[in-house]
């Protein structure tokens, strides 16, 4: 959970930060698979 991130203002780098790095990876490769259009964006975003 990123509840400590405050609002919708945290980097990239930051919400990086927040997982572990096998983790986001597996994140980034679902996001790109299930949401190639980048459609859901809002909040903390996992880019693909």
């Excluded at 986001?24 to 909040?43: C, G, I, Q, S, V």
């Amino acid at each position: 959970m990123l509840n400590f991130l405050y609002g919708d203002n945290a980097t990239p780098a930051e919400v990086r930060k927040a997982y572990e790095p096998e983790d986001y990876e597996r994140l980034t490769a679902l996001k790109a698979r299930w949401d190639p259009r980048h459609l859901l964006r809002l909040n903390h975003n996992i880019p693909a």
